[in-house]
């Protein structure tokens, strides 16, 4: 029978654990403090999930037209990014529609 001891355990614990944050209570608290910004790029994920469905597309289709990894794209129809004006305008001009509406006067 193997028998490690308290400490065997932390250092292999240690061994596989990031060596960096992830950061995760950052990212909660920011999220926290902005509903109405979280809201909307939930809107907009659902939307680009939509429109990849109509187009017969899948997220890895549009990564390499965006050259972007697949991680990235997975990263924003998961409804939490905080999406750039340019990388909302890049995706519009690939699928082909209208993410944000912009009202001028």
Do not use: H, Y
């Not at 403090?33 to 939509?50: D, F, G, M, Q």
């Amino acid at each position: 029978m193997n028998m490690q001891t308290r400490e065997d355990i932390l250092q292999k614990l240690e061994s596989v654990a990031a060596a960096e944050s992830s950061k995760w209570k950052e990212r909660a608290a920011r999220k926290a403090e902005n509903p109405k910004a979280l809201e909307k790029s939930r809107i907009i994920a659902i939307n680009i999930l939509a429109q990849l469905r109509k187009l017969g597309m899948s997220q890895k289709d549009l990564a390499e037209k965006l050259q972007v990894t697949p991680q990235t794209v997975n990263s924003w129809v998961k409804g939490n990014s905080n999406f750039t004006i340019e990388t909302i305008v890049r995706i519009e001009e690939v699928l082909g529609v209208e993410l944000i509406g912009v009202r001028v006067g």
